[in-house]
């Protein structure tokens, strides 16, 4: 007899069943970034009813995300809401059961050290290798497994990490084709996304049902539009002096505590964070900022945007610093001195 229930049809799922419904319950997912490949995997997760999810990201919602972000609506970019705050309001709505954790923030070594200990697994939704490389250290360090994904135009790469028995993105990294194009500058299609993030969450919950022979142990790349598919048995490029996985020195969890500015991915932006010993007042700062008649002002209770000459100014209320319209650090920082102090 067939017991309908919410979850039904993912029982009814021989692998999975009732008891790895249970386990999926009782497992926490660490999502870091929360653009288009983060706010699939996370609809995705909730609705599979994974019981605690976290979401990580720095940015805020924008016109131009709506087109594959399917967590976000107009008004979101209208009102220029943090992404994870957007992303965990719609999920609740979706699955009221699942615990979401909202974090806003830059995702570097502190944080992800504070977190790893309580999460089952990671999901890689970011946009970048600086970051990537940090989560392979973590995920090495404090032995969880992560799930790297990557996506532009319609091109899309993944592959599973479990360390101590696969390679890492590390060993891996020459492996993986790229021509630096991102999708500001090449542009993105949505089924790219979510063929990237149908790999991506079938491998979580390989790992969190315990199905662990049945992970693919394969680097995917695919080209929608070529009609291409490419799979690389991973076990072949284990790398024998692997500084992450093989000698375990971990060389990103060192300078990372050290870097301020980073240029944003093809985003025409420079990004800028304070050095820890700097204590940033966001109620004084508003209120300072207020004396000044600036164009296309904007506050939400997480940022001030405004615009001067040419650039656009974000800042979020722990001090981070968004200067869209340019890509030249010196030019940034010398808006966030006269700004933000
Ligand atoms: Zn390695």
Known sequence: MLV????????????????????????????????ALGSSSAEMLVRA??????????????????????????????????????????????NSQTKINGQLTDVGVEELEAIVHDVDVIIDATDNFDTRLIINDICQKYQTPWIYGACVASYGVTFTVLPNKTPCLQCIMDHIPSDGATCDTVGIISPTVQMVVAHQVS??????????????GKLIAFDLWKNQKMEIEVASLKDESCPSCVQKIYPHLDYQSQLKTAVLCGRNTVQIRAGKQRSFHFSDFKRHLKKIDLTNYLENPYLVSFEINEYRVVVFHDGRTLIH????????????YHFVG
């Open 49 to 94: 009813g994974v019981g605690t999810i976290t979401l990580m990201d720095r940015d805020y919602v924008e016109e131009s995300n709506l087109q594959r972000q399917q967590l976000f609506s107009e008004e979101d970019a209208k009102n220029k809401n943090p992404k994870v705050m957007a992303a965990k309001n719609r999920l609740q709505e979706i």
């Open 325 to 336: 319209g340019t890509k030249n650090i010196q030019e940034a920082k010398k808006i966030y």
């Open 203 to 216: 491998e979580v919950l390989k790992i969190l049902t315990e199905n662990f022979r049945a992970l693919s």
């Open 4 to 35: 309908d229930n919410r979850y039904s049809r993912q029982t009814l799922f021989e692998p999975i069943g009732e008891i790895g419904q249970k386990r999926l319950r009782n497992s926490h997912v660490l999502i870091i970034g929360v653009g």
